[in-house]
């Protein structure tokens, strides 16, 4: 009886990596030669995705890391661009492989025998899942390796990073990672907008507009499970004419605080003054899985409650409808 290679029992997945400056229409196409190998391939906008090879290695008869090296070829040929592979049997180690090939383009493929040993060696800043802020608060501490990391008591880790960041930290650092690639094209943009019934010039009116906007939008990214990485405000006056700017936020989120305060700046940098505004869109762009957003760590009390008390709120919203609770602001001009 032939025996099945260790491939074939295990679960092999690809994270692929394009460069930083990848125009959308080129990862489209990056994502078009993924599907030539694998129909489950998750897109991870803006240039990343994953690709499970699990039923691909028998239907092409060969081995990981031999399609990863034709996808490189492909994307060489075809687009003119070089894509670094990372080769696993988890997301987390594959997602950390590929952050661990020297650019521009290369493969590495960790075995799942290997998993734990290799991620042992490496540094705690390199696991995938872990942001700076969290490194530099286990660095602190004198966790200064993913083995160290993996042998402090989960209990430890918990009130380092809190309790579920904690939690997936210590997983992920033991090699746990029960997460399946999951065929997804995520909309490039979500929108929102609003009309006034009479052209504008007051400036409260305008900004309690621009929250509502806000409020509605974040809580379209939440429910989809996607965070943006950049907003876009435009600005429409009496006479047909626009305005429109763009600007990218620190960190991929969809959460009210953040995309307030870009949204403020957006607003700011218009400079309006006798303009007589007719209506607004605030745009979210770069848009990514909210599963694949590093969960940073704060040390403002403020914020974390405001955080605490949007998770709740949502869940008001959904039994109660999107209108029952929200910003004074927001009421005051319902009102």
């Known amino acids: 009886?032939?025996?099945?290679?260790?491939?074939?029992?295990?679960?092999?997945?690809?994270?692929?990596?394009?460069?930083?400056?990848?125009?959308?229409?080129?990862?489209?196409?990056?994502?078009?030669?993924?599907?030539?190998?694998?129909?489950?391939?998750?897109?991870?906008?803006p240039t990343a995705a994953l690709v499970d090879l699990h039923g691909a290695l028998r239907y092409h008869g060969?081995?990981?890391?031999?399609?990863?090296?034709?996808?490189?070829?492909?994307?060489i040929a075809r687009l003119g661009v070089d894509v670094r592979v990372g080769i696993g049997p988890t997301v987390t180690v594959a997602a950390t492989a590929s952050a661990q090939v020297p650019g521009p383009g290369g493969v590495l493929a960790v075995d799942a025998e290997q998993a734990i040993g290799w991620l042992t060696r490496l540094p705690v800043e390199a696991l995938h899942?872990?942001?700076?802020?969290?490194?530099?608060?286990?660095?602190?501490?004198?966790?200064?390796?993913?083995?160290?990391?993996?042998?402090?008591?989960?209990?430890?880790?918990?009130?380092?990073?809190?309790?579920?960041?904690?939690?997936?930290?210590?997983?992920?650092?033991?090699?746990?990672?029960?997460?399946?690639?999951?065929?997804?094209?995520?909309?490039?943009?979500?929108?929102?907008?609003?009309?006034?019934?009479?052209?504008?010039?007051?400036?409260?009116?305008?900004?309690?507009?621009?929250?509502?906007?806000?409020?509605?939008?974040?809580?379209?990214?939440?429910?989809?499970?996607?965070?943006?990485?950049?907003?876009?405000?435009?600005?429409?006056?009496?006479?047909?004419?626009?305005?429109?700017k763009t600007r990218r936020l620190r960190e991929p989120s969809a959460h009210d605080d953040d995309l307030r305060h870009l949204a403020y700046q957006l607003m700011d940098a218009a400079g309006l003054q006798r303009g007589r505004l007719t209506g607004l869109a605030l745009k979210a762009e770069d848009l990514t899985a909210a599963d694949q957003v590093a969960e940073q760590i704060s040390l403002d009390t403020g914020r974390e409650a405001r955080l605490v008390a949007e998770t709740a709120i949502d869940r008001v919203r959904d039994k109660f409808g999107p209108r029952v609770i929200g910003p004074a602001a927001v009421y005051r001009r319902a009102s």
């Open 1 to 45: 009886m032939a025996m099945r290679s260790t491939e074939d029992r295990q679960g092999v997945v690809m994270h692929v990596r394009g460069p930083d400056r990848l125009s959308e229409d080129t990862y489209r196409q990056v994502l078009e030669l993924l599907a030539e190998l694998s129909p489950v391939v998750q897109a991870l906008p």
């Open 62 to 75: 060969a081995t990981a890391r031999r399609l990863a090296e034709v996808l490189r070829v492909r994307a």
């Open 129 to 244: 899942g872990i942001g700076p802020r969290q490194a530099a608060v286990l660095i602190d501490y004198g966790i200064h390796s993913v083995g160290l990391l993996a042998a402090i008591p989960p209990a430890t880790v918990q009130r380092l990073l809190g309790g579920k960041a904690g939690r997936l930290a210590t997983d992920r650092a033991r090699g746990v990672d029960p997460r399946a690639v999951v065929p997804r094209a995520l909309p490039p943009t979500a929108a929102v907008r609003c009309s006034f019934d009479r052209h504008t010039l007051d400036g409260a009116t305008v900004r309690a507009a621009l929250l509502d906007l806000v409020v509605r939008l974040g809580s379209r990214l939440r429910g989809r499970d996607q965070a943006a990485r950049a907003l876009t405000l435009t600005l429409e006056f009496a006479g047909r004419s626009t305005w429109e």
